[in-house]
T-cell receptor
Framework: KAGVTQTPRYLIKTRGQQVTLSCSPI?????VSWYQQTPGQGLQFLFE???????NKGNFPGRFSGRQFSNSRSEMNVSTLELGDSALYLC??????????????FGPGTRLLVL | GDSVTQMEGPVTLSEEAFLTINCTYT??????LFWYVQYPGEGLQLLLK?????DKGSNKGFEATYRKETTSFHLEKGSVQVSDSAVYFC???????????FGKGTMLLVSP
């Protein structure tokens, strides 16, 4: 079974631009979560989607948004990019939500560099 | 709020040495506990997990036991290999969410 895929793998943008990242979950998985990884802050939760609805949200500004499509694929968007948005953005999928018994499986990430 | 504390790295070991990476947690409910591993330039891979007290998770020679009394989930391996060099993350999910709270990560460097 194919794993979580993320596109693109690498991105370079300039301050003020916006960016869209894409994630395809493992087949049959209906939940997608996004995390930001930086050297300073480590891994931080952005948001979680299930059945096209945002179920949980981390402590990030409104410039960060996401959505999920009917086929469970997800996109996240960052508007008005800042230098501090440079990070590895990781997508994870799981079968469902609402249980601590669920296991999240991660993709390889998209590395975003903001100049 | 929930939090995970891991020992600072890097941890430097020779091949075949014994490994321990300490992890303690603070949680409101009854969390599930996880260890993930990240190899250079890659995403996170699930290494092992435990969902209730006294459970032992194990995989690829790594083990960790869920200790509720000490709120700990220490990772151990009896004999490390060079290929184990990576960053290891302890994480938990709590309060009915599958969302993960991560520790800062511990880098392991194994030399031949």
């Amino acid at each position: 079974k194919a794993g979580v895929t993320q596109t693109p793998r690498y991105l370079i943008k300039t301050r003020g631009q916006q960016v869209t990242l894409s994630c395809s979950p493992i087949s049959g998985h209906r939940s997608v979560s996004w995390y930001q990884q930086t050297p300073g802050q480590g891994l931080q939760f952005l948001f979680e989607y299930f059945s096209e609805t945002q179920r949980n949200k981390g402590n990030f500004p409104g410039r960060f948004s996401g959505r999920q499509f009917s086929n469970s694929r997800s996109e996240m968007n960052v508007s008005t990019l800042e230098l501090g948005d440079s990070a590895l953005y990781l997508c994870a999928s799981s079968l469902s939500v609402g249980s601590t018994l669920e296991t999240q499986y991660f993709g390889p990430g998209t590395r975003l560099l903001v100049l | 709020g929930d939090s995970v504390t891991q020992m600072e790295g890097p941890v430097t070991l020779s091949e075949e040495a014994f490994l321990t990476i300490n992890c303690t947690y603070t949680a409101t409910g009854y969390p599930s506990l996880f260890w993930y591993v990240q190899y250079p330039g890659e995403g996170l891979q699930l290494l092992l997990k435990a969902t209730k007290a006294d459970d032992k998770g194990s995989n690829k020679g790594f083990e960790a036991t869920y200790r509720k009394e000490t709120t700990s989930f220490h990772l151990e391996k009896g004999s490390v290999q060079v290929s184990d060099s990576a960053v290891y993350f302890c994480a938990l999910s709590d309060q009915g969410y599958s969302t993960l709270t991560f520790g800062k990560g511990t880098m392991l460097l194994v030399s031949p």
